[in-house]
């Protein structure tokens, strides 16, 4: 067993602080690999032209809607479910979710993935009509030569998405990291060669990029099932291979909220870019492209404890041992608010080396307001921290439906009607978009921190230990 494999007993009885840091490791690193992988994508395109690097900007917004409001259920599902019935001894139970979530991401990812082909026209003509200025005709025709490719492939990215989900259910990160490794190298060697022609294969374009990211998402899937079968976890086994109703309803009753909770979030994020824009132009957007990225680097650091938090209170659950589910949460809630402490100190000092090193030709307005953004939701990382632990220790309970509240509340009844107001109804300016953000940030999270107070001191976790099966 590696160093980063975990076993059922260790994540139930070894200190719940080195289990966390140890099964979020590899996350973070996957994450961080994710980053590398758009980056070169990023290259790649700007080589072919400004108009590709346009269309796949444009046609991001419906993958990523797409894809968190309906495949990303079946990750969560299969997560929770594999994790608790581990917890429980029941090696069995967590194959047969395995299974039932391949089949209904296939399912899903088919169906999604037929939607887009046919109406690609239709999704990029609704995003580029909100974009002040309106898009020209060769970036739209770029975005819908790449939309329709992805649509085909869509369903790789959630399969791979359900085996990696599994792993992490199971205790071992690493071999999610050796599928993102494998998504990211396949990715990187067929853009280029698919996008400008090598040996028999002719210059696709924008096209070719396209295969290349589905060539990734391929390759990544085929690496996980090839471990799935052949490591010593041996997730698959033809008994399990059956279909359930009872199944089925109890995977999507954990992992709908948390699709729902994407897509709203998906178009939170398309209002309140229409809103900077509107009020601050170029100078606003660069603010709010500069923010998103440096905060990329606190958010995944969030994401990989989120997800191991998952796994060990899922685990903790299914062995008995709601004691050790709760302090799991409060232990990564103070490791993740002390390391975003930390990330969020030095972005509130150093903003203006920040901006300079990310875009170095940004000066006037635009450095102004970049600098002020940084600053702004710096103050927030904190508190971001612990939200994020929080909604793991909710959702490992099955609790999704819970922290889907959570989050809408925190877009729409919080984020967006304060930024609305500010800006419109008493013309703070765009900084206050910012400081919108992070109010409701800090209300969410005393809210929701508040709540899974009350809720684990009224038995939550204790209940939940009766419903692994």
Known sequence: ???????????????VGRVLVILAGPIFVQNVVHVLQQLIDLYWLGRHSSAGIAAVGLAVPVILFLLKSTISATFVGTQVLVSQRIGADSEEGARRALFTGL????????????????????????????????????????????????????????????VEAAFLGWGDSRSTLY??????????????????GVGPVPAMGITGAAIGTVGGYLSGFLLGVAL??????????WSAATLDRGEVRE????????????????????VLVVLIFSVAGSAGMVAYTVSSRVGTVAFRTTDALNQAAQT????????????????????GAAISAGLLLV??????????????????????????????????????YPAFGVLALVRAGFNGARRTKTTMAASLAQTWLLYIPL???????????????????????????????????????????????EQVD
């Open 1 to 15: 067993m590696g160093f980063f494999d975990r076993s059922t007993e260790e994540i139930t009885r070894s200190p």
């Open 419 to 465: 930024a609305l107001a500010a800006v419109f109804a008493f013309e703070y300016g765009v900084t206050a978009v910012f400081w919108a953000d992070t109010i409701a940030t800090f209300v969410v999270a005393l809210g929701l921190g508040g709540y899974f107070v009350y809720s684990t001191n009224r038995g939550m976790y204790q209940r939940a230990t």
């Open 251 to 270: 995977l999507l009753d954990v992992g709908l909220p948390h699709a729902v909770k994407g897509g709203a979030d998906s178009v939170g994020d398309t």
């Open 179 to 196: 599928v993102n490794v494998a998504t990211v190298m396949a990715n990187s060697v067929a853009t280029p060669i698919f996008m400008f």
């Open 343 to 380: 990330l969020g100190g030095a972005q509130y000092l150093f903003p203006g080396t920040l901006t300079r090193l990310l875009s170095p030709e940004v000066d006037g307005r635009a450095f102004a307001l970049s600098t002020a953004a940084l600053r702004i939701v710096a103050i927030s």
């Open 103 to 162: 089949v209904v991401t296939a399912l899903l990812g088919l169906g999604i993935g037929g939607l887009m082909f046919f109406n690609v026209g239709t999704l990029i003509e609704a995003i580029s009509s909100v974009r002040p200025g309106g898009t020209d005709a060769t970036t739209l025709l770029y975005a819908r030569r790449y939309l329709r490719v992805i649509a085909l492939g869509v369903v790789f990215a959630g399969l791979s998405d359900v």
């Open 228 to 237: 799935a079968v052949g490591g010593p976890h041996d997730l698959f086994s």
């Open 312 to 331: 060990v209170v899922g685990q903790n659950l299914g062995a008995d041992q709601p004691d050790r589910a709760l302090r799991t949460v409060w232990t």
